[in-house]
């Protein structure tokens, strides 16, 4: 296969990579030669344009059939113009590259593309038939033949993909578009049906996801991203709240499955879990500690994740017919050749990441009385311990965990907490309205500034000394590097410190008397990064053991991954890329050279959630954030532009 001949996206016209292109997003899509090993990519087509690499094996005509039947499926049928007129568009193209087709049909298309380009309500109709009058206009010759002479055009092979910026953006692609669109027709339980196609844990995502799909939302380039994590908290929520809970009924296991065994019962065991039974697999779980949950249960605070909704989802898998052993650890209790020889024939190793990380300076060690690893006060708190509070708390980090240990500290009665972090507050990589609730509560911060040593007395905390930092040279990430400045040395009084500064796995579970998994230089265990393989026969692992300290959703697609990877391994005995991450491969190859323009008109702000008055959170770990009202939830789902996106490869097999 040869380079990118010929493309034309946004209209502009895209020819082979030069030299100079280098960096550029072109030749990133240029790098796409194959789909799969042995499978060759011939053209790309998508909601802007289309891409030709091999313009021998190219059917232009058939081509544009094949990409406009899937538009029309996915019509919703809401407005006259997209469900209309996708349908007679589709219907002209299959006459034309029947055979059947006339002048007047060719005329008649590009009629038909302006009425749903100017009349379609969402996005998918704006787009709808851009890329096929880009074939008609750069092609006219072939589409003219074709119609004069009456030449028909066998159907060629294709790999097609519905998706959205959105989906796309969230590491499990959800079908964000589909479940707004239900709840904006009041259709709660089928909105919630449809996140749970992929997400076991929507009433909890929906309170502490990051949100990487709200701020790949195109309605922010109007005015706001829609609020999608509040409204999977809305859908959710109808449920908890139900006066009669509905659980789902125990799956139907296949007789003769195999057992699979999950090491592990956090957000990236549950997950695994939740899909292989619904697969038909028996699954056993073994957690190391005495609740579901893993770092959703011990690490994330009551004001943000109230025990009981994490709680009452982790029932769902229990009642599907997942079996839970509690206080089982890798290492002390079994090991993975125990697992093999109880006759489990898959394993999940998902054990997370629950060490804390050190800051390495003067009077960390011995851990003097006041000092705790972030991690390990957060465990505490959850557990219901007693945390001896002092009058004053220094915690030190700029991520979520930080953020956490700073407001729980105050919920304790810390009378003064400090936040000290070496970079900037932009820079940090906490949630930012996390960072604003924890100002907002009092929270003291120190930017740019960095611990260089622990100040104690009798074995006592009594502060720590840091240091003002300025930006240097740009690191291996591309960020400004910290540097201390000379002489700024300053200390802050604080009987408790609590380091947040990140997380690793304990390696030493891993040892075992049968098998033994990699280990990286990092200290994560060693995994396929497409597959999750490890280098032990038929066990797997993802989540935060594998990519390190990362979110809570991130890991959860590390659970849906592994259970696809494991059911492909004990059907057919090897595991492939599958054909949804194939496809999102090739998306983001076609962003890179995507401009992504929304011409509507913006002015709609989204419905914020209501949260409770900082002079009545700070003293308890009630919940925060109040949720969407239904009324509030419809206007806001009404806000989704429903920018589904058709993307097409055109391939040898």
């Given at each position: 296969m040869t380079e990118t001949i010929l493309g034309i996206w946004d209209n502009q016209v895209i020819c082979t990579p030069r030299p100079e292109d280098e960096a550029s997003g072109i030749t990133k899509l240029a790098e796409l030669r194959e789909y799969a090993p042995g499978n060759p990519v011939y053209a790309v087509m998508g909601w802007d344009g289309y891409f030709i690499y091999d313009q021998a094996h190219v059917d232009v005509v058939d081509m544009a059939r094949a990409y406009m039947e899937v538009v029309q499926g996915e019509s919703c049928g809401k407005c006259v113009p997209c469900r209309m007129g996708t349908r007679v568009a589709a219907d002209l193209l299959t006459r034309i590259a029947e055979g059947r087709g006339a002048q007047e049909d060719l005329d008649s298309l590009r009629k038909v593309a302006d009425v749903v380009s100017q009349g379609s309500l969402c996005e998918l109709g704006h787009s709808a038939l851009c890329a096929v009058i880009d074939l008609l206009n750069q092609h006219p010759d072939e589409f003219q033949r074709t119609v004069t002479e009456g030449i028909r055009h066998p159907r060629g092979t294709y790999h097609t993909k519905v998706t959205a910026p959105c989906v796309e953006a969230c590491p499990e692609r959800l079908d964000i578009p589909r479940y707004i669109e239900m709840i904006k027709a009041g259709h709660y339980p089928e909105s919630l049906e449809v996140i749970e196609e992929k997400n076991p844990l929507a009433a909890v995502c929906g309170r502490v996801c990051v949100r990487f799909c709200e701020f790949a939302c195109r309605r922010g380039k109007l005015d706001d991203p829609i609020s999608i994590k509040h409204l999977k908290r809305f859908v959710s929520d109808v449920r908890l709240d139900a006066a009669v809970k509905i659980m789902p009924d125990k799956v139907h296991v296949v007789p003769d499955a195999p057992l699979v065994a999950v090491i592990g019962a956090g957000p990236a065991g549950v997950t695994a879990a939740y899909h292989l039974l619904r697969?038909?697999?028996?699954?056993?779980?073994?957690?190391?500690?005495?609740?579901?949950?893993?770092?959703?249960?011990?690490?994330?605070?009551?004001?943000?994740?109230?025990?009981?909704?994490?709680?009452?989802?982790?029932?769902?898998?229990?009642?599907?017919?997942?079996?839970?052993?509690?206080n089982q650890r890798l290492g002390r209790d079994f090991s993975i050749a125990d697992l093999k020889a109880r006759g489990f024939k898959a394993v999940f190793v998902a054990i997370g990441a629950q060490l804390g990380t050190g800051l390495r300076i003067p009077g960390e060690e011995p851990a003097p009385e006041g000092y705790l690893p972030g991690i390990e006060f957060l465990h505490k708190v959850n557990a219901g311990e007693a945390v001896k509070a002092g009058d004053s708390a220094v915690i030190v980090g700029g991520g979520n965990v930080a953020m956490d240990c700073c407001r729980s500290a105050l919920r304790l009665g810390i009378r003064q907490v400090h936040l000290v972090y070496r970079r900037g507050r932009e820079e940090m990589p906490a949630d930012k309205l996390e960072v604003?609730?924890?100002?907002?509560?009092?929270?003291?911060?120190?930017?740019?500034?960095?611990?260089?040593?622990?100040?104690?007395?009798?074995?006592?905390?009594?502060?720590?000394?840091?240091?003002?930092?300025?930006?240097?040279?740009?690191?291996?990430?591309?960020?400004?590097?910290?540097?201390p400045q000379e002489g700024s040395e300053f200390i802050i009084p604080c009987d408790m410190l609590f380091p947040a500064i990140g997380q690793r796995i304990d390696t030493s579970c891993l040892a075992d008397d049968g098998a033994s998994l990699d280990v990286t230089?990092?200290?994560?265990?060693?995994?396929?990064?497409?597959?999750?393989?490890?280098?032990?026969?038929?066990?797997?692992?993802?989540?935060?053991?594998?990519?390190?300290?990362?979110?809570?959703?991130?890991?959860?697609?590390?659970?849906?991954?592994?259970?696809?990877?494991?059911?492909q391994y004990l059907k057919q005995g090897y595991v492939s890329l599958s054909d949804d991450e194939r496809m999102s491969r090739v998306y983001r190859a076609v962003m890179a050279v995507d401009e992504d323009s929304v011409q509507r008109l913006g002015g709609a702000a989204r419905k914020e959630v209501t949260l409770r008055p900082v002079k009545e959170r700070v003293d308890d770990f009630d919940e925060v954030e109040q949720g969407l009202s239904p009324e509030d939830a419809l206007l806001e789902a009404d806000r989704c532009l429903r920018c589904y996106r058709i993307l097409l490869v055109a391939t040898d097999k």
């Amino acid at each position: 296969m040869t380079e990118t001949i010929l493309g034309i996206w946004d209209n502009q016209v895209i020819c082979t990579p030069r030299p100079e292109d280098e960096a550029s997003g072109i030749t990133k899509l240029a790098e796409l030669r194959e789909y799969a090993p042995g499978n060759p990519v011939y053209a790309v087509m998508g909601w802007d344009g289309y891409f030709i690499y091999d313009q021998a094996h190219v059917d232009v005509v058939d081509m544009a059939r094949a990409y406009m039947e899937v538009v029309q499926g996915e019509s919703c049928g809401k407005c006259v113009p997209c469900r209309m007129g996708t349908r007679v568009a589709a219907d002209l193209l299959t006459r034309i590259a029947e055979g059947r087709g006339a002048q007047e049909d060719l005329d008649s298309l590009r009629k038909v593309a302006d009425v749903v380009s100017q009349g379609s309500l969402c996005e998918l109709g704006h787009s709808a038939l851009c890329a096929v009058i880009d074939l008609l206009n750069q092609h006219p010759d072939e589409f003219q033949r074709t119609v004069t002479e009456g030449i028909r055009h066998p159907r060629g092979t294709y790999h097609t993909k519905v998706t959205a910026p959105c989906v796309e953006a969230c590491p499990e692609r959800l079908d964000i578009p589909r479940y707004i669109e239900m709840i904006k027709a009041g259709h709660y339980p089928e909105s919630l049906e449809v996140i749970e196609e992929k997400n076991p844990l929507a009433a909890v995502c929906g309170r502490v996801c990051v949100r990487f799909c709200e701020f790949a939302c195109r309605r922010g380039k109007l005015d706001d991203p829609i609020s999608i994590k509040h409204l999977k908290r809305f859908v959710s929520d109808v449920r908890l709240d139900a006066a009669v809970k509905i659980m789902p009924d125990k799956v139907h296991v296949v007789p003769d499955a195999p057992l699979v065994a999950v090491i592990g019962a956090g957000p990236a065991g549950v997950t695994a879990a939740y899909h292989l039974l619904r697969k038909g697999y028996p699954v056993e779980i073994f957690e190391a500690s005495g609740a579901a949950g893993g770092m959703a249960v011990w690490g994330i605070p009551d004001y943000r994740l109230p025990r009981d909704v994490v709680r009452s989802e982790v029932e769902i898998i229990t009642s599907m017919g997942a079996i839970i052993h509690y206080n089982q650890r890798l290492g002390r209790d079994f090991s993975i050749a125990d697992l093999k020889a109880r006759g489990f024939k898959a394993v999940f190793v998902a054990i997370g990441a629950q060490l804390g990380t050190g800051l390495r300076i003067p009077g960390e060690e011995p851990a003097p009385e006041g000092y705790l690893p972030g991690i390990e006060f957060l465990h505490k708190v959850n557990a219901g311990e007693a945390v001896k509070a002092g009058d004053s708390a220094v915690i030190v980090g700029g991520g979520n965990v930080a953020m956490d240990c700073c407001r729980s500290a105050l919920r304790l009665g810390i009378r003064q907490v400090h936040l000290v972090y070496r970079r900037g507050r932009e820079e940090m990589p906490a949630d930012k309205l996390e960072v604003h609730d924890a100002e907002e509560e009092g929270i003291i911060f120190h930017m740019q500034c960095n611990p260089t040593r622990l100040i104690t007395e009798n074995g006592k905390l009594t502060g720590v000394e840091c240091v003002r930092m300025i930006l240097g040279e740009p690191d291996a990430t591309g960020r400004r590097r910290p540097v201390p400045q000379e002489g700024s040395e300053f200390i802050i009084p604080c009987d408790m410190l609590f380091p947040a500064i990140g997380q690793r796995i304990d390696t030493s579970c891993l040892a075992d008397d049968g098998a033994s998994l990699d280990v990286t230089k990092h200290g994560t265990v060693a995994a396929d990064d497409d597959t999750l393989l490890t280098s032990e026969e038929g066990v797997f692992a993802g989540g935060d053991c594998v990519s390190g300290p990362a979110t809570l959703i991130q890991a959860m697609a590390a659970g849906l991954r592994a259970s696809n990877s494991i059911d492909q391994y004990l059907k057919q005995g090897y595991v492939s890329l599958s054909d949804d991450e194939r496809m999102s491969r090739v998306y983001r190859a076609v962003m890179a050279v995507d401009e992504d323009s929304v011409q509507r008109l913006g002015g709609a702000a989204r419905k914020e959630v209501t949260l409770r008055p900082v002079k009545e959170r700070v003293d308890d770990f009630d919940e925060v954030e109040q949720g969407l009202s239904p009324e509030d939830a419809l206007l806001e789902a009404d806000r989704c532009l429903r920018c589904y996106r058709i993307l097409l490869v055109a391939t040898d097999k």
